[in-house]
């Protein structure tokens, strides 16, 4: 009987801002078409993406998110085709012809205009989708997917990223190819589930040995995301299987690992948005994913083994590479107010696991453990040693740093 998992995770914090309120409960929404002519939906096809987005979110947030759509006919909102990246003011048009109607806008929780794709007015390459706020417009691109991508980026998810290196190393901004914020039709990725509050807390690996990774796309009891975060930042390992929103999902995606870099958040049109970099297989060799059999390497911090793919989980062999202290800290001037002193010191430089925590020794005694850049500690008057030591997630220690100081 295989093990599952043939190591404990060591406790560690993860890096990042504290958790959003969870996207849950429901969401009225409401899709409202707008023309100034033509009509390339049925109502019955608007009704179509309505419920497919809803049914797309009901299973990616495992039944805690529940879009309640309604939809308009089509609405006469313009006498000639709009500037169409200009959504204030198709907004408002559409919003004048709508409350014409009887429709209480301000009374959905997000409002989607959907608008015919107009070549000499839009002035872009071909259909597009965007999302300012609570407001979403979609021109020409008429997918349930492409609702589901901007409610996404309505909850603060940004775009499913890829890093490809041949000679050189470029970053396609849509190019994960199954995930739902990239331009594909797969689930959203558990860095994104995790963002929206959907997902259990990721386990982070710490210590090395061996563990399992289970599908993300259905409620389990085994772990659905690890995290190793290093000084590049966090890598979000998962495994895909063709269950759920990736139920059409083939080929080697299924057998593998995906690794991702959480990448800083930017704003973009009044929202401020995660993306995420899918950096498994830059050279674009197995889709993407690190097969059983194959490695994936962050340089000078990790490595990762792929094992086995069993049943719905794929197991994982982990280890710390980084083998170089950090740098030695260096201390400001101690300062004393009413018998505390306050300890502040720059951060350790650490280019590989990165520097998990400072070790803070006063008169040669152990004083406190932190993670952040200062420390403040009681003692008495007189003359004094503070000695620091930055320590990595590896376990590397950087040399002792020391200063004299006198409390009086």
């Not at 309604?70 to 048009?93: E, G, K, Q, V, Y």
Request: aromatic share 6%; with cysteine; charged share 20%.
């Amino acid at each position: 009987m295989r093990r599952l998992v043939l190591a404990l995770v060591a406790a560690a914090a993860l890096a990042g801002p504290p958790a959003a309120p969870a996207i849950e409960g429901q969401l009225r929404t409401v899709l409202i078409p707008v023309t100034w002519g033509p009509q390339p939906l049925t109502d019955a096809q608007v009704r179509g993406l309505a419920d497919g987005a809803a049914s797309f979110l009901h299973t990616a947030s495992f039944g805690r998110l529940t879009v309640v759509t309604d939809t308009t006919p089509w609405l006469h909102a313009f006498d000639a085709p709009p500037t169409c990246t200009n959504i204030r003011s198709i907004r408002d048009a559409a919003g004048a012809a709508a409350s014409a109607t009887g429709i209480d806008l301000p009374g959905y929780n997000r409002r989607v205009y959907l608008l015919p794709y107009d070549v000499a007015s839009c002035q872009l390459l071909g259909t597009f989708a965007l999302t300012v706020g609570r407001d979403i417009l979609v021109v020409g691109r008429f997918r349930a997917e492409t609702i589901a991508h901007e409610l996404g980026h309505s909850f603060g998810l940004g775009h499913a990223r890829r890093e490809l290196c041949t000679s050189t190393c470029t970053l396609d901004e849509y190019g994960d190819p199954r995930d739902a914020m990239a331009n594909a039709a797969g689930d959203f990725n558990p860095l994104e589930k995790s963002l929206a509050g959907w997902l259990p807390a990721p386990t982070p690996l710490a210590e090395a040995g061996d563990f399992v990774v289970d599908q993300f796309e259905v409620p389990s009891t085994l772990p659905q995301a690890l995290v190793v975060s290093t000084a590049a930042g966090e890598y979000w390992i998962d495994h895909r299987e063709p269950l759920g929103n990736d139920a059409a999902l083939t080929g080697p995606a299924v057998d593998g690992i995906e690794v991702r870099l959480r990448a800083e958040p930017v704003l973009s049109a009044a929202l401020t948005l995660t993306p995420s970099t899918l950096v498994s297989d830059r050279q674009d060799r197995t889709a993407g994913v690190v097969l059983p059999g194959a490695s994936f390497v962050a340089p000078g911090a990790f490595q990762l083994d792929v094992l086995d793919h069993v049943d719905t989980h794929v197991g994982i062999r982990f280890r710390w590479l980084d083998r170089t202290a950090p740098r030695q800290v260096q201390i400001a001037r101690p300062r004393a107010t009413r018998g505390i002193v306050h300890l502040s010191w720059r951060a350790s430089p650490d280019s590989g696991s990165g520097v998990f925590r400072y070790e803070v020794s006063l008169d040669g005694r152990r004083t406190g453990s932190t993670s952040a850049k200062a420390l403040d500690v009681t003692t008495r008057t007189g003359p004094h040693v503070v000695a620091i030591v930055a320590v990595d997630r590896a376990g590397n220690r950087s040399r002792s740093a020391s200063r004299r100081f006198i409390v009086g």
